[in-house]
């Protein structure tokens, strides 16, 4: 793991299904960013779908984990960074939204999205449009689609591929 600044990071509010939380930190740990876990998590994070689904990545990505809404809400107000919600109600679709580096892009439970608190501490409410009358997109599917689209605009990849390979 480098020791540079990630360009985003991906926030997994209260995560309910250990394989696409193991599948979004892999996620991270190919594209160079970092994680949080914002607790708690309906499964231990030793469970073994969870490991199995990160595979050996995990070792690769920096998981902050925070016990609580709250403890996230102070870690991200020292850090200064923006909290982009991904959500079926956002307001703006994010291939219109103007990303920036250090932004922390947030899903929700997979059954009941994100709180009404963190919906409210938001800086932007994101979706991803879809063919009326379907719900939602799997939620690992969901944030590899929008992280893919901020680190274009970001000239992220540009920074995950000077890195090198992961063994």
């Known amino acids: 793991m480098t020791s540079a600044p990630a360009p985003l990071c991906l ?3 209260q995560p309910e299904i250990p394989q696409n939380a193991g599948t979004m930190l892999r996620l991270c740990a190919c594209l160079g ?3 949080a876990l914002i607790e ?3 499964f231990p994070i030793t469970d073994r779908h969870f490991r199995r689904a990160g595979l050996d990545y995990l070792d690769h990505v920096s998981i902050m984990r925070h016990a609580s809404w709250r403890a996230f809400e102070d870690w991200r107000a020292t850090s200064r ?3 982009l919600l991904l ?3 956002g307001c703006t679709a994010y291939a219109d939204f103007a990303f920036r580096s250090g932004d922390i892009l947030m899903v929700g439970r997979e059954s009941a999205g994100a709180s009404p608190e963190a919906h409210a501490a ?4 994101l979706r991803i449009p879809m063919r009326a009358g379907l ?3 799997n939620v690992a599917v969901a944030a590899a689609m929008v992280l893919g689209e901020a680190l274009r605009q970001i000239d992220g990849f540009a920074s995950a591929d000077a890195e090198g390979e992961v063994p």
């Open 11 to 13: 926030a997994l509010f």
């Open 33 to 35: 960013l970092d994680a």
């Open 122 to 125: 938001a800086d932007a409410r």
């Open 87 to 89: 959500s079926t109600g």
């Open 40 to 42: 708690p998590a309906a």
């Open 81 to 83: 960074r923006r909290l």
């Open 135 to 137: 719900r939602s997109l």
